[in-house]
């Protein structure tokens, strides 16, 4: 028995296109977010009936749900939103751009960049802290859901922070995996271990701006 799951980063927002930082601020899918949710949609149409989907969940952020409930259409699977599933939080930094913010807080921006686990924006999180707000999350899907396929629609700090604590690596190499907007991830968790089965897959999404 194992906890098969379909993992997805929402689409893109106004500020993924400039490179504002997110975080926990609840911003909108943009025109383009909302093609590629119909894109994905599409994709894994077949998917979802075939594998049957038990459950659906979600960031609380709209960029997040918005993009699952696109996903899930007219099936009778609801869309669980859950808090634990939202963006790493950049207090202070979100709105700004990474330039922005090296300007504004060298110190700081270094610091967070040598070493995101334990290093906090002003009034935001680590990436331990997002690991450790994701173990319960998890462990919880893997209780009621063993044996089943289960879609998350998240963001991608905690994508990252998965794959990279689902390959027995620390959170300071969450950036080696490139978590791209509605890409498609499946991550199979076994009693002995989780097995990376696909990864960042954007096929459906060519020919879009």
């Known amino acids: 028995m194992a906890l098969r ?5 929402h689409g893109q927002t106004a500020w993924n296109l400039v490179g504002r930082v997110q975080g926990h601020t609840d911003a909108p899918l943009s025109d383009v977010g909302l093609r590629q949710a119909e894109r994905l949609a599409e994709r894994l149409a077949e998917r ?3 594998e049957d989907v038990r459950a659906a969940y979600a960031s609380t952020l ?3 749900w918005r993009t699952a409930e696109i996903v899930v259409g007219h099936r009778a699977t609801p869309v669980v939103r859950d808090d634990a599933w939202r963006e790493v ?3 202070g930094w979100e709105g700004l751009t990474w330039d922005e913010i090296a300007a504004r807080d060298v110190d700081l921006a270094a ?6 686990a334990n290093v906090a924006p002003p009034g935001g999180e680590s990436f331990l802290q997002l690991e450790r707000r994701l173990a319960p999350a998890v462990g919880s899907l893997r209780r009621r859901h063993d044996g089943q396929t289960v879609l998350v629609v998240t963001h991608g700090g905690p994508l990252r922070v998965l794959a990279a604590w689902s390959a027995g690596l620390g959170p300071n190499e969450a950036w080696r995996f490139k978590a791209d907007n509605c890409a498609v991830s499946v991550l199979r968790w076994r009693e002995e271990g989780a097995v990376l089965e696909l990864w960042n897959e954007t096929t459906h999404l060519r020919g879009l701006e």
């Open 5 to 9: 799951l379909i993992l997805v980063r």
């Open 48 to 50: 979802l009936a075939g």
């Open 62 to 64: 709209e960029r997040a």
């Open 89 to 91: 939080a950049y207090g």
């Open 111 to 116: 610091r967070r960049l040598a070493d995101p």
